[in-house]
């Protein structure tokens, strides 16, 4: 068992329970080969919340800065993170989440490329996720997480609303040029959604 698997076993229950997470439906199973895994990101427990739901292990495409961090940097490097510029234009990062996904395994990216509280409208969403469905073609599975004003905090429920695991298509009258905005944008719509359906379960 790797380390990642042996940390989300360990981890599961305490982090579950100190964030009173809820699902309002069950999680989709998750099949083989290659996923993506997006979400909204209001706070920096979405990835751990994140991977102690998803049974299979999750690469993580996190901040640079986390990997020179104390004790959290030599963890986020043993579960096998890719560091990630913050403006999101690293190619060397992509790159490497599109190996792995063509190997069959599961990656997960925060369109939005970083904690954001702000009105949804307000968000302007990185072109990463598209170009990553637009050259592996592997399907996503998007969440929306809600805690109260979108500040997850210690013993305060969580909501968290899966979606569908679902392939995008790119439609007729879109041109080769746009398919990158187009896809990022239609991922996060699902986001919007499912974040908007978990604030009302709350």
Same mark, same amino acid.
């Given at each position: 068992?790797?380390? #990642?698997?042996?940390?989300?076993? *360990?981890?599961?229950? =305490?982090?579950?329970?100190?964030?009173?997470?809820?699902?309002? %439906?069950?999680?989709?199973?998750?099949?083989?080969?290659? +996923?993506? *895994?997006?979400?909204?990101? *209001?706070?920096?427990?979405?990835?751990?919340?994140?991977?102690? +739901?998803?049974?299979?292990?999750?690469?993580? +495409?996190?901040?640079?800065?986390?990997?020179?961090? =104390? !004790?959290?940097?030599?963890? !986020?490097?043993?579960?096998?993170?890719?560091?990630?510029? &913050?403006?999101?234009?690293?190619?060397?990062?992509?790159?490497?989440?599109? &190996?792995?996904?063509?190997?069959?395994?599961?990656?997960? +990216?925060?369109?939005? @490329?970083?904690?954001?509280?702000?009105?949804?409208?307000?968000?302007?969403?990185?072109?990463?996720? @598209?170009?990553?469905?637009?050259?592996?073609?592997? =399907?996503?599975?998007?969440?929306?997480? #809600?805690?109260? $004003? #979108?500040?997850? %905090?210690?013993?305060?429920?969580?909501?968290?609303?899966? @979606?569908?695991? $679902?392939?995008?298509? *790119?439609?007729? @009258?879109?041109? /080769?040029?746009?398919?990158?905005?187009?896809?990022?944008?239609?991922? #996060?719509?699902?986001?919007? /959604?499912?974040?908007?359906?978990?604030?009302?379960?709350?």
């Amino acid at each position: 068992m790797s380390f #990642y698997m042996k940390l989300r076993r *360990i981890a599961k229950k =305490p982090v579950l329970w100190l964030f009173r997470v809820c699902l309002k %439906r069950e999680l989709p199973a998750i099949p083989d080969g290659p +996923l993506l *895994i997006c979400s909204n990101h *209001i706070s920096n427990a979405d990835p751990l919340m994140l991977a102690v +739901l998803c049974t299979r292990q999750i690469t993580f +495409l996190a901040k640079k800065e986390l990997f020179t961090t =104390p !004790v959290v940097g030599w963890i !986020v490097k043993k579960c096998g993170a890719i560091p990630l510029a &913050r403006d999101g234009g690293d190619s060397a990062a992509l790159r490497q989440a599109i &190996r792995l996904l063509q190997e069959g395994k599961v990656v997960m +990216l925060f369109p939005q @490329g970083k904690r954001c509280r702000e009105p949804f409208e307000n968000t302007e969403v990185k072109k990463g996720v @598209g170009m990553l469905v637009a050259l592996t073609k592997t =399907p996503v599975l998007n969440f929306g997480i #809600y805690a109260k $004003k #979108y500040r997850v %905090r210690p013993f305060r429920k969580t909501m968290v609303v899966p @979606g569908e695991i $679902k392939r995008y298509e *790119i439609p007729e @009258g879109v041109s /080769r040029k746009e398919e990158t905005a187009y896809l990022s944008e239609a991922v #996060y719509a699902d986001i919007v /959604r499912l974040s908007k359906e978990a604030e009302k379960a709350e």
